[in-house]
């Protein structure tokens, strides 16, 4: 069974600031997706990004980037010029295969103006 | 809009008591998810479907039952509910067919509360 952990459950930065949250994860598998999603306080989840294992070359999205290291089961989230909007819960996912998607217990960031 | 919605969105219910959630999508996609959400656990699977018929336990489903007749529509069904069963529940469909990306799109979310 897959496991993921997020060792962070609160972190604040100052707006403006670069901030980086952490996940590790645990499979044997060796093609998978990871993700990292985000939760406002409206509750609705939403897709931050995404990568792919078999692809070596970090994903971005805008203020968005992570650092996988695929050898050490780490993938992290780095938000770069944090913004008051991006106050939230942060959930670090894994999922292959068969669609499932296993979630980590969640950082909750928060960003001080 | 990811086309899913949950009903109720909020209840209040006490314990021993039969509680309903539904889950409706508006583009039919096989695959659909129920999840918890709780403080320190983050979300964890209950029930999911493949399609009409065909369901499968997540790593919570005691207490827990599903059903999916329609393609659009995924009931989940606490039979006596408990206080261990507050929580809020989510439901998510893959978009596999037409977008295959592992992503999971979520609903609002309906929080339900056992008394």
């Known amino acids: 069974a897959q496991t993921v952990t997020q060792s962070q459950p609160e972190m604040s930065v100052q707006e403006a600031e670069t901030v980086t949250l952490s996940c590790t994860y645990d499979?044997?598998?060796?093609?998978?997706?990871l993700f990292w999603y985000k939760q406002p306080p409206s509750r609705q989840m939403i897709l931050v990004i995404r990568?792919?294992?078999?692809?070596?070359q970090n994903a971005t999205e805008n203020r968005f980037s992570v650092n996988f290291q695929k050898a050490a089961k780490s993938f992290s989230l780095k938000i770069s010029d944090s913004q008051l909007g991006d106050t939230a819960m942060y959930f670090c996912?894994?999922?292959?295969?068969?669609?499932?998607?296993?979630f980590g217990t969640g950082t909750r960031l928060t960003i001080i103006p | 809009d990811a086309g899913i919605t949950q009903s109720p969105r909020h209840k209040v219910t006490e314990t021993g008591t039969p509680v309903t959630l539904r889950c409706h999508q508006t583009?039919?996609?096989?695959?659909m998810y129920w999840y918890r959400q709780d403080p320190g656990h983050g979300l964890r699977l209950i029930h999911y479907?493949?399609?009409?018929?065909?369901?499968d336990k997540g790593e919570v489903s005691d207490g827990y039952s599903v059903s999916r007749s329609k393609t659009e529509d995924f009931l989940l069904t606490l039979e006596s509910a408990t206080s261990s069963q507050t929580s809020v529940y989510f439901c998510?469909?893959?978009?596999?067919?037409?977008?295959?990306?592992?992503?999971?799109?979520f609903g609002e979310g309906s929080r339900l509360t056992v008394l």
């Open positions: 479907s493949y399609g009409v018929k065909d369901t």
């Open positions: 996912a894994f999922g292959f295969g068969n669609e499932k998607l296993t």
């Open positions: 998510a469909i893959n978009k596999k067919e037409v977008l295959d990306t592992g992503e999971l799109f």
């Open positions: 499979t044997s598998e060796n093609n998978y997706y």
């Open positions: 583009e039919n996609h096989r695959y």
């Open positions: 990568q792919e294992a078999y692809k070596q």
